[in-house]
């Protein structure tokens, strides 16, 4: 994680510098196709020719087109509201002239995914390939066992270097990758830019903070005080007293959780467990968690907490952020709040500290989304089919599934440094509307890596200023957090039954604790409760997961 986390934040200062000098030297709008990228090449250098007799006959090992000639292949994956019609998606008919494969298409809506999906599964009636159908744990070890999805250990190291070299590279990737038993029969679909490898952000109205002559918050102590000042001290400076020091929504609230735990010492990523020195431990029962509640009840008995928190929808809890009129908050960047225009209001906040825990530390987030492709065993072309995918995890093929051919919904304007800029048609009202008829990737996770060098490339205002702050406030004190680890079928079932009624006391317990509904001296009875419900069981479920992974990587 260190090795990333100093790769990352290289790229960002490099990017910052570069998009202030970047030029518009850049290509035209030239529509291309994908190439046979230098990765390949010489990734494929060492492999078995195409000429080799114990190939498939019409399978290329290497170069393009994968196929000499044409084969269809049956996918099954999900098409999000904002997707154009996929037969007509320059993504597939690019890759169709570049590889000689072509695919039918068996399209789900989101909400129906899962009931298609094990429908398929469960009827024998299945394709090809799934893409960007989030195959769970229990899907990939249920049918993985059952021969359906084919194991890809083989297939990948004879035909596909890129996803082979890159999991190399990237052990704690492939540790989330791998089924419980070994084996390989899901890839995943990876973003890396430094946005997505932090779990939450901190965010304060540096307005307001000028407007007081305050300074950023180093302590959780100081972060108080301010939260204090933007109540009491007219901050916006309209003579009403309309300031909500601090907000959040239901659906945003693990954020702010994760924001403050990390004060007192604990690494919080939207799961409910950390580890140290090898040790898993559940959060909600541990001290850190207790002096978390107690720093919460604080800001809402005093007013420095908005008493909607808890009930208000997140179309309300923005309608609130769009009037600039809550001073700190939690979210992934701040024009989620508040609006795009406004985004230069607002400063990340560096992670906190307290006299429980003297360390600046930030939890990271693991953008992967585990389970979007795997080839069944009705898959006569599995060599070509593993081929096909593998350029996606290219820097090149990378780019092009998210963004769709270049020249369409992108140009570089300076393509030696890599700077590229979105285009907008007439009659669209945003770029990821057009993206949307462009690529898959918009709307569904398809499998294959978008670098954090391609992702920095954008010149966009906004996403410049986020990445920057980010860089500065938050990669330099990054922790690992919790990893995604897998469960057996036996152990899932266990998992699933203990955390259903475990996971909605906690939940209960926290809104209690916070609005003093239930005072904090009830703690050592909530904790006992818990340990009636079992939660050291599913404590020792999680630590054998972690150990799997652990010995995966």
Request: aromatic share 12%.
């Amino acid at each position: 994680m260190k090795r990333i986390i100093s790769l990352i934040l290289s790229l960002v200062i490099i990017a910052g510098l570069l998009i202030g000098c970047a030029g518009k030297s850049g290509t035209g709008e030239k529509t291309t196709t994908p190439t046979n990228s230098q990765n390949v090449e010489k990734a494929n250098t060492n492999k078995t020719s195409s000429g080799d007799s114990d190939l498939p006959e019409n399978f290329n090992a290497v170069g393009f087109p994968i196929v000499n000639e044409k084969i269809t292949l049956s996918l099954f994956s999900v098409k999000a509201p904002i997707q154009g019609d996929w037969e007509e998606m320059p993504f597939w008919k690019e890759m169709e002239k570049l590889t000689n494969i072509s695919f039918t298409f068996d399209l789900a809506s989101p909400d129906s995914l899962a009931e298609r999906k094990n429908l398929l599964l469960a009827s024998g009636d299945y394709p090809d390939i799934f893409y960007g159908a989030s195959i769970s744990a229990d899907e990939e070890l249920t049918y993985g066992s059952q021969g359906i999805f084919v194991d890809l250990n083989d297939l990948i190291e004879k035909y596909a270097p890129n996803i082979k070299i890159y999991f190399e590279q990237n052990p704690v990737y492939k540790g989330m990758t791998l089924a419980p038993d070994g084996n390989w029969y899901t890839l995943p679909y990876i973003t890396l830019a430094p946005r997505d490898t932090v779990a939450t952000k901190l965010w304060v109205n540096n307005e307001w903070l000028r407007n007081l002559n305050m300074e950023i918050p180093k302590t959780i102590d100081d972060y108080y005080n301010m939260l204090k000042a933007f109540k009491e001290k007219d901050p916006n400076q309209n003579g009403k007293a309309d300031e909500i020091p601090m907000s959040f929504s239901q659906s945003q609230l693990s954020m702010t959780r994760g924001a403050i735990l990390a004060a007192y010492g604990v690494m919080y990523r939207g799961i409910n467990f950390d580890v140290k020195d090898g040790k898993v431990f559940f959060i909600p029962t541990s001290e850190p968690y207790k002096r978390y509640i107690m720093f919460m009840n604080k800001l809402y008995e005093e007013g420095l907490l908005d008493p909607e928190s808890f009930t208000q929808t997140q179309q309300q809890y923005v309608s609130k952020g769009n009037q600039s009129l809550i001073g700190s908050f939690a979210n992934l960047a701040s024009y989620i709040v508040d609006t795009m225009e406004n985004y230069p209001k607002y400063t990340a906040i560096p992670p906190l500290t307290s006299d429980l825990n003297s360390e600046q530390i930030w939890p990271s987030t693991y953008p992967i989304y585990t389970g979007q492709f795997a080839i069944t065993d009705k898959n006569k072309y599995a060599e070509a089919s593993i081929r096909w995918v593998d350029y996606f995890f290219t820097e090149e093929g990378g780019a092009f599934m998210n963004q769709g051919p270049e020249g369409l919904g992108w140009k570089y304007i300076d393509e030696e440094r890599k700077m590229w800029e979105k285009i907008i048609p007439e009659g669209y009202a945003s770029s990821e509307e057009y993206r949307g008829t462009l690529t898959p990737n918009c709307g569904t996770s398809t499998p294959g890596v978008v670098s954090s060098k391609f992702l920095l490339g954008l010149n966009a205002a906004h996403v410049v200023n986020l990445e920057e702050q980010i860089a500065k406030a938050y990669l330099p004190y990054m922790k690992d957090s919790f990893p995604m680890v897998k469960f057996t079928a036996k152990e899932q079932e266990e998992v699933a039954t203990l955390s259903t009624d475990i996971e909605k006391y906690v939940g209960q317990m926290e809104a209690r604790f916070i609005t003093g509904d239930i005072s904090i001296d009830k703690w050592d009875e909530y904790v006992e409760n818990l340990k009636k419900m079992n939660v050291d069981r599913l404590t020792e479920l999680y630590q054998v997961a972690y150990d799997r992974f652990s010995s995966a990587k």
